[in-house]
């Protein structure tokens, strides 16, 4: 059976015809910021405190673009008779975005919750050298992180909770015992 003639421009005037009826889903973006949905990876967050000098981040990135300097500082004996500790000092923490593939290969290695994603997507730059941003940036988009999802309800709690309130019902309850037969 053969086709008939003109079918298919028929098909495609009927796709046309149905999308004119649509309504249009463009967002006038400069005027309006889009709704992100809550895991949107934009630009890495530096939480600065939490961050040890490991350099793990560095070292795991496929591309090579962390840049990390750091120093080492003598902290004084906590107690008397006690010896001297070293530290790591972060001198720079900087990310080149020019080069970054946004796998968060970094954020997920990172031992101490020092990355995290942040929704932040506008940070053009005119020139390219520009997109190598140092901590001072990257602290900045820290506060732009969403706080983590809830906890499930229905999900058992931590070991490490449940030891904690257990040993403060424990002790809760020595103290209370103590002070019955005061009375």
């Known amino acids: 059976m053969a086709p008939i003639p003109g079918s298919g421009l028929a098909k495609g005037l009927a796709v046309t015809l149905r999308t004119m009826t649509r309504k249009s889903v463009t967002e006038q973006y400069p005027d309006a910021l889009p709704e992100l949905p809550p895991r949107t990876r934009g630009v890495i967050g530096l939480f600065e405190e939490n961050c040890t000098v490991c350099m793990l981040c560095a070292r795991e990135c496929p591309d090579w673009c962390i840049y990390i300097d750091s120093h080492k500082e003598t902290v004084p004996a906590a107690t008397p008779g006690g010896r001297e500790r070293s530290r790591n000092v972060l001198d720079r923490f900087a990310i080149d975005f020019s080069l970054c593939m ?19 997507f506008e940070y053009a730059e005119t020139d390219i050298r520009d997109l190598t941003h140092e901590r001072d940036k990257l602290r900045e988009w820290m506060w732009t992180v969403p706080a983590p999802p809830a ?17 403060a019902e424990k002790l809760a309850a020595a103290q209370a015992e103590p002070g019955e037969g005061e009375s």
């Open 102 to 120: 946004y796998c968060g290969i970094c954020i997920e290695v990172c031992p101490f919750d020092a990355l995290f994603w942040s929704p932040e």
């Open 151 to 167: 906890l499930d309800p229905g999900a058992e709690e931590p070991k490490e909770i449940a030891a904690a309130r257990k040993t």
